[in-house]
């Protein structure tokens, strides 16, 4: 290819990647930027209709609360407009939005805090990938970190929003993995393991992992695809210090399972993936505090909260 025929080109996508989307209401709603930290527009307190739902014409979020097995459960159903909306969101933006996944700041800040940086209309915790644990690391498009194990199921989340998974990634699966599909990885999460596969549990009432205390009661969290842009944030309560009050890993691919079958009746949810648990366990959302205020709230068992290094957030594109 010509020089100048490449440079057209990249201008090109650059102006397309701008074009706003039109929506029924005739709002223009402009796409986020794929490959950095750039902060959406601030959800509007307008929107947000209730303590339980917030909807404009980019984005609706409606939040469930039940029990399974006698343990509370709080969930978050997420309609969104553009794969752009769906953010991987670091700690360190906390003091500074321009502070990148790949900068490796060893820092953790409040879930609330966190979406607030991120102007989120909700979030869950995300993998904590500063952790030692965390083996890869692939964020808005940027490779980070690659010491895959074969131990690990990695979530693997495209630009178009959908979901996939490498079980039992090693590092050279994943580098292979990479190579074919470099363009367009999002983001890839690394914690696991897959709960839900096509409407069904994948886990059997045996399965043991001791990194995820997989055979004790204690709180849970998780991200699940129910079709395109269209997920699911699923967090349950328990006893992260003591391990008598809770979910084990078994359980809580059932609550995945059951909650998908009551929201696709037909299908159930494409992917469940676990994501990290205790007291890290997260779902954060504005409600109305007591001065009248809109305040993000942990909605999870809000008295138990530790600091988080990454949350995973979904946003507005209204301006």
């Given at each position: 290819?010509?020089?100048?025929?490449?440079?057209?080109?990249?201008?090109?996508?650059?102006?397309?990647?701008?074009?706003?989307?039109?929506?029924?209401?005739?709002?223009?709603?402009?796409?986020?930027?794929?490959?950095?930290?750039?902060?959406?527009?601030?959800?509007?307190?307008?929107?947000?209709?209730?303590?339980?739902?917030?909807?404009?014409p980019s984005i609706t979020v409606r939040i469930m609360e039940g029990a399974y097995a006698s343990i509370p459960y709080t969930a978050a159903y997420v309609k969104i407009s553009h794969p752009s909306q769906l953010r991987a969101v670091t700690a360190s933006q906390v003091r500074d939005q321009y502070l990148d996944f790949d900068l490796m700041f060893n820092s953790a800040e409040l879930a609330g805090q966190i979406c607030a940086a991120a102007n989120a209309v909700?979030?869950?915790?995300?993998?904590?990938?500063?952790?030692?644990?965390?083996?890869?690391?692939?964020?808005?498009?940027?490779?980070?970190?690659?010491?895959?194990?074969?131990?690990?199921?990695?979530?693997?989340?495209?630009?178009?929003?959908?979901?996939?998974?490498?079980?039992?990634?090693?590092?050279?699966?994943?580098?292979?993995?990479?190579?074919?599909?470099?363009?367009?990885?999002?983001?890839?999460?690394?914690?696991?393991?897959?709960?839900?596969?096509?409407?069904?549990?994948?886990?059997?009432?045996?399965?043991?992992?001791?990194?995820?205390?997989?055979?004790?009661?204690?709180?849970?969290?998780?991200?699940?695809?129910?079709?395109?842009?269209?997920?699911?944030?699923?967090?349950?309560?328990?006893?992260?210090?003591?391990?008598?009050?809770?979910?084990?890993?078994?359980?809580?691919?059932?609550?995945?399972?059951?909650?998908?079958?009551?929201?696709?009746?037909?299908?159930?949810?494409?992917?469940?993936?676990?994501?990290?648990?205790?007291?890290?366990?997260?779902?954060?959302?504005?409600?109305?505090?007591?001065?009248?205020?809109?305040?993000?709230?942990?909605?999870?068992?809000?008295?138990?909260?530790?600091?988080?290094?990454?949350?995973?957030?979904?946003?507005?594109?209204?301006?």
């Open positions: 290819m010509k020089k100048g025929t490449r440079i057209f080109s990249i201008l090109f996508a650059a102006v397309f990647a701008l074009l706003p989307l039109t929506e029924a209401l005739g709002e223009e709603l402009y796409p986020l930027p794929m490959d950095s930290t750039a902060v959406a527009p601030p959800p509007k307190d307008e929107c947000f209709l209730s303590k339980w739902e917030y909807a404009d909700v979030g869950i915790n995300g993998d904590f990938f500063t952790a030692e644990r965390c083996k890869v690391v692939l964020r808005q498009g940027k490779q980070v970190r690659n010491r895959a194990d074969g131990d690990t199921d990695l979530l693997i989340i495209d630009k178009n929003g959908d979901f996939y998974v490498l079980g039992s990634a090693t590092r050279d699966s994943y580098a292979n993995y990479y190579k074919g599909h470099a363009e367009e990885l999002y983001q890839v999460y690394c914690f696991g393991p897959v709960l839900v596969r096509n409407g069904e549990s994948v886990i059997d009432e045996f399965y043991r992992n001791t990194d995820i205390i997989a055979s004790l009661e204690t709180q849970r969290s998780a991200i699940c695809q129910l079709g395109p842009l269209e997920y699911l944030l699923v967090t349950s309560d328990g006893d992260s210090l003591f391990f008598t009050y809770g979910l084990t890993i078994y359980d809580f691919a059932l609550l995945c399972e059951r909650l998908g079958k009551q929201l696709k009746p037909e299908t159930g949810m494409r992917l469940a993936y676990n994501l990290d648990g205790g007291n890290s366990a997260a779902l954060v959302f504005k409600r109305r505090g007591s001065q009248g205020t809109l305040m993000y709230e942990k909605l999870n068992m809000p008295e138990r909260e530790r600091t988080l290094a990454d949350m995973i957030c979904f946003v507005s594109l209204c301006q």
